[in-house]
């Protein structure tokens, strides 16, 4: 009887979790976070000078804020100079993020099902679980159910200046997940203020505002190039946007998902990469820290702290944000992986996803602003609730800085080890491993184990 040679099952690989982006998409991420990072540290330091200047001068913090400004006609923009900052320069900051949302679907990491249903995924999830977790806690008497939209939003600007502050390093790719995570998260959100928290519908002005909104994609569509005629077409349709009883920012939303986020022909990069790569700078360094000075100025007192964890409504925030949003996230993106049999990337492990998760759980500029909008009539509640956003917010920081400083000496060797260019053509080594002219390039520029000049290629 001879030996029979074995037989080896075909296998599949399975698709990787985490694993490497490719080289055009790892640039377009490092120099999209590389602004908001600066935009963090930004918005950190307004939402300290707005605590410092709310809690030291209540009344000149007041008055700024309540400070009218704007025609009454013909569309009622005379607006206090807190509602200039949550519907007029918000729309800046949901413009940016339906460019990035677009570019995702078109372009990034959303572009095919596969890809996509992670981050969508672990978004629903992190969004969904805070919103339960909050009802749960504002079920009984006293409770006030109409603001479970708020612990549900995760802020990517204010996680990366934490990152900032504390000198974590992270890995492209776990930075590209919470970049990508938060551009869901953003849709999500603007989709929750549109339907739930919109009064007073006028029609006709909602009317106009989609015209206008029509002409703008087919100016765009047609290759008609000029800010001053965009510019000011804009104005109108957030104008009318904000006439109509629909929030303002939906407008520019429906703008940023307009524009063409695909190149053709020999362009360098498409209309909405260049736009986005001139407005983000404006978005991130003056529109978002701008709201922040003023929506973030509530008055901290023991008693106000004290309520934060005694009362179901700030206590509902809190919860959602640190327990909710990091259960949700987390939890969803294992199952993902379990049910797609996908594979984390072999130098991650689960406990990095968990860190990432609870810094997700930072919920600071679309929480503030569905503070105001929950409880636009009950100012005292509006203002519990954005020191309850600010408390989670902090643990949230806190917990997550903890979690990964534990690994941030691994996370470093893997951002140099990503990084590293021997040969100095502006090219990571780790997209030419395989090339066999790179490796001999390389091995003449390694220096010898002597250390007395560059080691002969092999």
């Not at 159910?145 to 992270?170: E, K, R």
């Not at 053509?425 to 520029?445: I, K, S």
Request: proline share 6%; glycine share 10%; net charge negative.
């Amino acid at each position: 009887m001879t030996d029979q040679p074995p037989v080896h099952e075909p296998t599949t690989r399975r698709r990787q979790l985490l694993g490497r982006l490719s080289l055009p998409e790892r640039t377009f991420i490092t120099d999209a976070l590389r602004t908001e990072t600066v935009g963090g540290v930004l918005l950190l330091l307004a939402a300290v000078a707005a605590l410092v200047w709310a809690n030291v001068w209540p009344h000149a913090y007041e008055s700024v804020l309540d400070y009218t400004v704007g025609p009454s006609a013909p569309l009622h923009l005379d607006l206090t100079l807190g509602n200039w900052a949550k519907d007029g320069l918000l729309t800046i900051f949901f413009f940016v993020a339906g460019i990035e949302l677009k570019r995702e679907f078109v372009a990034g990491e959303l572009r095919t099902p596969s890809a996509a249903l992670l981050p969508v995924v672990a978004a629903v999830c992190g969004v969904a679980l805070p919103a339960i977790l909050f009802a749960l806690v504002n079920s009984g008497s006293g409770g006030h159910p109409s603001g479970w939209a708020i612990p549900t939003a995760t802020d990517i600007a204010f996680a990366l200046g934490v990152l900032a502050v504390v000198g974590s390093h992270l890995p492209s790719a776990l930075r590209a997940f919470l970049l990508t995570l938060a551009v869901v998260d953003d849709l999500i959100a603007i989709l929750i203020i549109a339907v739930f928290y919109s009064s007073g519908i006028r029609f006709w002005a909602l009317g106009l505002a989609f015209a206008g909104l029509v002409l703008f994609w087919f100016l765009h569509r047609r290759g008609v190039h000029g800010w001053y005629l965009f510019v000011p077409l804009a104005v109108v349709n957030w104008a009318l946007m904000h006439e109509s009883g629909i929030h303002a920012t939906v407008a520019g939303v429906a703008m940023g998902l307009m524009l063409r986020c695909h190149r053709e022909g020999d362009e360098q990069h498409s209309p909405g990469e260049h736009i986005e790569h001139l407005v983000r700078p404006l978005s991130a360094g003056l529109a978002v820290p701008v709201f922040a000075l003023f929506a973030a100025g509530v008055t901290i007192s023991g008693p106000s702290l004290r309520e934060v964890f005694t009362q179901a409504t700030p206590l509902g925030i809190v919860i959602g944000l640190l327990v909710g949003k990091t259960v949700g996230i987390f939890g969803g993106t294992w199952l993902a992986a379990r049910f797609t049999r996908a594979e984390l990337n072999p130098k991650l492990r689960w406990a990095d996803m968990f860190a990432v998760s609870v810094l997700a759980g930072i919920g600071f500029t679309v929480s503030l602003l569905i503070s105001e909008l929950a409880f636009r009539d009950d100012l005292a509640l509006a203002d519990l609730s954005k020191t309850a956003v600010l408390v989670g917010s902090l643990l949230c920081a806190t917990v997550a800085t903890v979690l990964l400083k534990l690994r941030n000496r691994h996370y470093r060797d893997l951002c140099e080890e990503e990084d590293r260019d021997v040969d100095g053509d502006g090219v990571p080594d780790v997209y030419q491993e395989d090339d066999p002219a790179w490796r001999a390039r390389a091995a003449g520029l390694a220096p010898r184990p002597d250390g007395e000049g560059p080691e002969k290629p092999r």
